[in-house]
């Protein structure tokens, strides 16, 4: 019998051989690295590194500074908050601010801090990564929406009302009474609104959503899902609610996690025709990127296996984590398992002959423009 290491490399092995873009012949590179390095390339929720056990959590390696330059990024969207109800949320919060200025400022040359639309622009010819602090979750406010004025002034750009559960504001995509916003859930979505923040309805449940969508002036995101269409989980978004964001002027982001198929570990495949479908139902002026993930590839060895085993089993005890996930099933499409993820992206859309504007605008042009717009 094979042991459990040799088991994880087979069946690792195994799968990428099934997918026919594996199977495919080496990219022909129909997006050229001159149109990728001209490019506004935004992952709308993801960030430095990848799986380095032997790094601390609050510092970055040599591998994963490298990595951030090689990936062409411009911007992404970092979590500094700590998700999920229980006590010092706002304690947490701060300190995850507190870390994120401490990257930059250790590493000057690799990142800056975006507040308003100038400085994407300034991170892209400056050949850095733009962080754009946001909220998975409003837990930290303790319900006093004031605070959220004082993290606007920390740099906090993007605000999730709910993740998963339900909170003071509203349900979560988990809440099986779908109850939608609270009155003080309303109130949020005004001073989002009033401090010129993004909407993000990632994790919300659909009648959250739409609640949300409705009552926003501004246009708003859901900056990291997948088609519920295709895949029936509660992670995925209607299509009701993804046409909806986009008749509002919003950016839909595609994740990279394993909700893009019903079962197993998902591949290239199913992360394009997600793609291909949120385009369909929104147009591709209303769809970008939003992987879930780091930017380093990670080694799909026994060891990472062990790691993704135990952050299933403690999301699943915190009550957090949803139908799709897995303690088997690793959160990436191993396809794209590198810090060139999106430039592989770019020549497998352009191999099926979408066209170059059209793969810019997914790359993170769209994602600009929504920025730029509610910003300021």
């Known amino acids: 019998m094979l042991d459990r290491r040799e088991f994880l490399s087979t069946a690792v092995a195994a799968a990428l051989a099934a997918s026919p873009i594996a199977r495919a012949a080496a990219p022909k590179r129909a997006f050229s690295e001159q149109a990728y390095s ?30 951030v330059k ?3 990024f411009t911007a992404v969207n970092l979590t500094v908050n700590s998700v999920g109800n229980g006590p010092n949320k706002f304690e947490e919060t701060v300190a995850g601010i507190a870390v994120a200025e401490q990257m930059i400022a250790d590493h000057p040359d690799h990142f800056m801090k975006v507040l308003k639309r100038a400085d994407l622009q300034t991170a892209k010819v400056s050949g850095r990564m733009g962080f754009i602090y946001g909220f998975q979750d409003t837990s930290a406010l303790d319900g006093d929406l004031k605070r959220l004025s004082m993290f606007h002034g920390l740099g906090v750009r993007i605000v999730q009302p709910v993740y998963n559960r339900r909170n003071l504001m509203g349900d979560g995509c988990l809440e099986p009474a779908n109850g939608g916003l609270s009155t003080l859930g309303y109130e949020l979505v005004a001073e989002i609104n009033k401090l010129k923040i993004l909407l993000d309805l990632s994790h919300a449940g659909a009648r959250t959503q739409a ?3 409705a009552a926003s002036k501004v246009p708003m995101a859901i900056t990291h899902t997948g088609c519920r269409a295709l895949v029936d989980v509660p992670r995925n978004t209607h299509d009701q609610q993804l046409k909806a964001v986009a008749d509002r002027g919003g950016v839909v982001g595609i994740y990279f996690m394993p909700f893009l198929r019903a079962s197993g570990q998902p591949h290239a495949e199913d992360l394009i025709k997600h793609l291909e479908h949120a385009v369909n ?3 591709e002026d209303h769809v970008g990127l939003g992987t879930d993930g780091g930017i380093s590839g990670i080694k799909l060895d026994d060891k990472y296996a062990a790691f993704q085993k135990k952050f299933f089993e403690d999301r699943a005890k915190a009550g957090i984590a949803a139908p799709g996930e897995a303690a088997d099933v690793f959160n990436l499409v191993p396809e794209y398992n590198d810090e060139r993820r999106f430039f592989t992206l770019a020549n497998d859309l352009s191999d099926r002959g979408w066209p ?8 993170g042009a769209n994602f600009a423009r929504l920025f730029s717009e509610v910003w300021g």
């Open 211 to 213: 609640e949300g969508i």
């Open 281 to 283: 139902v929104c147009g």
């Open 70 to 72: 090689a990936s062409g």
């Open 38 to 67: 001209k490019a506004i390339v935004i992952d709308a929720l993801g960030g430095p590194g990848g799986f380095e056990p032997d790094t601390p959590d609050d510092q970055l390696s040599a591998k994963a500074l490298a990595d």
């Open 356 to 363: 170059a504007k059209r793969v810019e605008k997914i790359l």
